[in-house]
């Protein structure tokens, strides 16, 4: 590992003074280093199913039509568990 520790914002300081400390292990466990794919993956899946538009216009109607749909997708997730 040879990410330096002088330079750049502190919030990495930081974060590579952590992971030079536990090792990358450690660190990715701390940090959640890994986790962003399932996130990924649930946004992909939705955006496949329902497109990345609304027909609503409003944002009142937004919020109805995206809740609506996250609703059934719910629960279709829920189906398979």
Same mark, same amino acid.
């Given at each position: ?15 590579v ?5 536990? +090792? &990358?292990?450690?660190?990715? !466990?701390? /940090? ?9 993956? %649930? ?7 329902? +497109? &990345?538009?609304?027909?609503? !216009?409003? /944002? ?8 609506a749909? %996250? ?7 829920n189906?398979?568990?």
């Amino acid at each position: 590992m040879n990410a330096r520790v002088d330079r750049g914002p502190p919030e990495r300081r930081n974060s590579v003074i952590i992971l030079k400390t536990l +090792g &990358e292990k450690a660190w990715g !466990r701390l /940090m959640g280093y890994g986790r962003r794919w399932t996130a990924e993956t %649930a946004f992909s899946t939705f955006k496949r199913l329902y +497109g &990345e538009y609304c027909m609503a !216009r409003s /944002m009142e109607n937004i919020t109805k039509e995206l809740s609506a749909k %996250a609703y059934v997708f719910n629960m279709l997730i829920n189906l398979q568990n």
